[in-house]
């Protein structure tokens, strides 16, 4: 079987395990049934994902032009604090904006290396959690715009981790946490516009993720300086792909890249 298409982070679906396609234009891919097959990896081209043309990956699937001009790249998506939609303020297209920050977000526990504090709409749980190898996540807020998101993860992350050690996630070195004390012991950091929106009778979300075997050394893959690699799936965590040999390649971080993969019976 032969695949080709321009990558974009893997679509999943909360399940046990995790499932996940890789979608394309014309076709899409199941990539839990090729676990313990061998796949071939070949870089193309790139593609923007804006403007489509084949102009060298800059950031996020975009070449540097529309970096700095596409709303989807601007700051407040990686700074929720920064939003400004409720102001009635644009930054690079204020409709989009209004569209996308002013609706629920949810800050949360997630952990995946380490319990790490994060932002995301409330639309987007649990498939943050998933992209970032999480095995266990909660909630702590629900607020009705980003900035009041941002403003919380700002005040939170003075007292927890706010990023993930990918290497032991994917190595999976990682530990249970009571995320509901852990939370609860938080609650005196949110910020006053935000406490009303703390959320006190949730649970944790387990995750299971589509693991044979974990690599003990990694070797990252990267197309650019490796344009065609060949090895045996053996897991899916986060936006990774885990092969046998210890390899594991950043889906996520390859978006615009335009690849064949072709599958060994």
Known sequence: MQYQGVLT?????????????????????HVNQLLDKELRIEFL???CLACGKNKKIYRQGYCYEDFYKVPQAADWIMKPELSKAHLDEEDRDLEY????????????LA????????????????????????????EIVEVPNRYLAGITEVALKEHIADKTNWRKML????EDEDLVAKRDALKQYIPEEALEYFIASNSET??????????TKLK???????????????GIKGQYLLFED????????SEGYVVSISVSA
């Open 9 to 29: 982070k893997m679509q999943t679906e909360l399940d046990h395990p995790v499932q996940y396609y890789l979608v394309f234009e014309d076709d899409f891919i």
């Open 45 to 47: 081209k790139y593609q």
């Open 97 to 108: 904006e209004k569209k996308v920050q002013l609706q629920p977000h949810i800050v949360y």
């Open 111 to 138: 952990n995946s290396s380490n319990i790490k504090v994060g932002v995301t709409r409330k639309t987007q749980v649990p498939t943050r959690w998933i992209d970032q190898g999480a095995h266990e996540a909660i």
């Open 171 to 174: 190595t999976n070195a990682i």
């Open 206 to 215: 387990n995750i299971e993720f589509p693991v044979l075997q974990y690599p």
């Open 220 to 234: 990252s893959l990267n197309l650019e300086k490796t344009p065609e690699y060949q090895g045996v799936l053996k």
């Open 246 to 253: 210890g390899t594991v390649f950043n889906v996520r971080n």
